[in-house]
């Protein structure tokens, strides 16, 4: 369907809502996102992260090359008409499923029956449809709708519901009779509806979920939709599952903040135009490049910079870095994004300021000094992210933080190995919480909060042997990482009402590292807009982190973490009871943030280790709350 326009997507859609994989839901189609095969990327922005890039190597190979933004028209070129190349540019999508329903007749085919004909509208995108041909109930040709009803198992193939196969209970499955869709209730329930075959045959829906559903339906085929392809086998069970389903697809996406890598004003814009610079080879052939960029008008801020210095000093810094990134390439520590972040912030350096990244460190609030070592202002930031890969059924808030999760559930973008990923940028603001590591060590070393974190360690083992997986593989982070996150979360709350953003355009970045581990240890939250709009660079974030101002917020959000409106059933909630969640003290009336600021899915949150709770009062780290 990429020949024909029939829809608009924001670029930050495509990676979080409705990427490689996802199902959309358009007015009257319903449509696959397709693999990387099939874009054209000719009118796609390479974005420059080369942190990011190496973690994207890290994980599917050091064949990729670039960061691409999704494919948008030229600001500078205008639509004459609806049969331009322009219209054209986009990301491609195909048909699924591929049965379809009569609103009339309840005719169920295949498109492969060419009983539905295709309409395209290139004047209205949004009227592009199927029709019923020769519909005997109607004059009119009646708009197809699409079948509700798919299957999916958790290594991530997905598939047409096998109507024939259901409606003949396995047998007699090549029936050449015509199925209709029958629902007889109004309340939507698979008990009302029927799937009838003209031969005789007829089952209700009900039969394809819940235990029933495991006999009933037959093993996976291995497809990948997406792709156009099958996987060699698979040994899971069909689920039936619904279109639309929020567990039909969730990304695996990294993000990295653009943090400088020295304080050297050249250097920075080398490093801030990396992804032009890099292609040069030699002196020569840069000084060619630079020629070229300025006679096309492209880049004339780099053009500008770069004219100030001679051109071996550019080189040779050039050079300087790419044999640095060859000797990185397959660097252990390529993976982890979030020490350097860390080094950085926790450095606060006014002297790396760069255009998209400016810290100011401040006093922390007054009363909270023995808690926190500094407080750091992030006037701008940058922060990148990329698509590797995404699952079904299982989410990756299942497994770890950024996205590292068991290869046997991620599914690939490409049918080969990607030379490159879909990836966005946004730009904000934030601010940053460096916890006192002596206080913190002390409070962890203390019996009550060993005994705890005992407790919690079996707490997640359980749930890891709920789900089939290896509680070693997902490491568990810690008391340390469910002090800071449910700090930030309670903070996140706070700030969301007093500087006027929504909660889902703030979002938090964890920076936990104990003692015992390899390397420094870390203490610290990052709460940061991460709109894709000009909302997230208002500067109303930032405000709140003078001193003043956020020792206020800090002290609202304390007191307000003493109560929740579901106490006690809140304050005495734990997993070790049976349930299949992984938070204690914490619920949507309190703690829980929505999933786009959450890195952990709402895990390892818990009211009690904050401050004092109806049920708990000698585990809080700050055990006095001002009122």
């Known amino acids: 369907m990429y020949k024909y326009k029939v829809g608009e997507l924001r670029p930050s859609q495509i990676l979080f809502s409705f990427g490689v994989g996802a199902v959309l839901d358009l007015p009257n189609l319903s449509v696959m996102v397709m693999g990387l095969e099939d874009w054209n990327t000719q009118n796609a922005l390479e974005l420059n992260e080369p942190r990011l890039l190496a973690a994207v190597r890290k994980e599917l190979g050091s064949q990729v090359k670039r960061l691409l933004s999704p494919p948008t028209p030229p600001e500078n070129v205008t639509s004459s008409g609806p049969f331009d190349e322009v219209n054209r540019i986009g990301i491609p999508v195909a048909h699924f499923p591929s049965w379809m329903v009569c609103p009339k007749c309840h005719l169920l085919a295949s498109l492969k029956s060419e009983l539905f004909q295709f309409k395209d509208n290139p004047y209205r995108p949004d009227q592009t449809k199927y029709v019923h041909k020769n519909c005997p109930k109607s004059k009119k040709e009646p708009t197809a709708i699409p079948s509700r009803f798919l299957v999916s198992c958790e290594r991530g193939h997905l598939d047409d519901f096998p109507w024939s196969y259901f409606v003949h209970r396995g047998e007699n499955i090549n029936c050449n009779g015509a199925l209709r869709f029958e629902e007889y209730g109004v309340s939507g329930s698979p008990s009302d509806i029927f799937v009838i075959c003209s031969c005789g045959q007829q089952r209700p829906l009900s039969d394809a979920f819940g235990e029933s559903g495991k006999e009933n ?56 135009y990396w992804h032009v610079l890099n292609k040069a080879t030699s002196q020569d052939i840069l000084k060619s490049n630079l020629d070229l960029l300025q006679a096309i008008g492209q880049f004339p801020d780099l053009l500008t910079e770069l004219s100030k210095h001679p051109l071996e000093e550019i080189w040779t810094i050039i050079e300087e870095k790419q044999n640095q990134q060859e000797s990185n390439s397959d660097d252990k520590n390529a993976r982890d994004l979030k020490t350097p972040e860390w080094e950085i912030f926790s450095q606060a350096d006014p002297n790396f300021n760069t255009p998209d990244f400016q810290l100011k460190p401040v006093k922390p609030p007054a009363g909270y000094e023995d808690y926190f070592s500094q407080v750091v202002l992030a006037e701008r930031l940058r922060e990148v992210r990329a698509l590797i890969s995404f699952t079904r059924i299982q989410s990756p808030g299942d497994f770890i933080d950024e996205g590292e999760i068991l290869t046997e559930h991620l599914v690939d973008l490409s049918r080969k190995n990607p030379q490159w990923v879909p990836a966005s940028e946004v730009k904000g603001e934030g601010i940053f919480i460096q916890f006192n590591e002596q206080k ?41 990482y469910i002090l800071l996150h449910s700090f930030a979360h309670a903070l996140m709350g706070q700030m969301a009402i007093e500087c006027g953003y929504n909660a889902a355009s703030l979002k938090e970045r964890i920076y936990s590292k104990r003692p015992q581990e390899e390397g420094s240890p870390m203490a610290g939250v990052l709460i940061y807009t991460a709109a894709p709009d000009s909302e997230g660079t208002l500067g109303g974030l930032v405000s709140l982190g003078e001193p003043k101002k956020l020792g206020y917020h800090i002290d609202q959000a304390l007191e307000q973490m003493q109560l929740c409106t579901s106490d006690p059933l809140c304050a005495e909630h734990t997993p070790l009871k049976g349930t299949t969640s992984l938070h204690w003290a914490a619920c949507h009336g309190c703690l829980f943030s929505p999933e786009t600021s959450c890195e952990r899915g709402n895990k390892y949150l818990d009211r009690a280790v904050l401050v004092p709770t109806v049920l708990s009062a000698d585990l809080a780290f700050f055990p006095e709350v001002k009122v």
């Open 217 to 272: 339906m037959p093993r996976c085929r291995a497809r990948h939709p997406h792709l156009r392809d099958f996987d060699d086998t698979c040994d899971k069970q069909m689920k039936t599952i619904l279109l639309g389903a929020s567990n039909s697809w969730f990304p695996i996406t990294l993000s990295a903040l653009s943090i400088p890598e020295s304080s050297h004003q050249l250097f920075q814009i080398i490093e801030q």
């Open 440 to 480: 913190l060590s002390q409070w962890e070393q203390s019996q009550l909060l060993q005994d705890y974190q005992n407790r919690a360690f079996e707490a997640h083992k359980q749930w890891c042997k709920i789900r089939s997986l290896d509680p070693v593989k997902i490491t568990f982070p810690g008391v340390r």
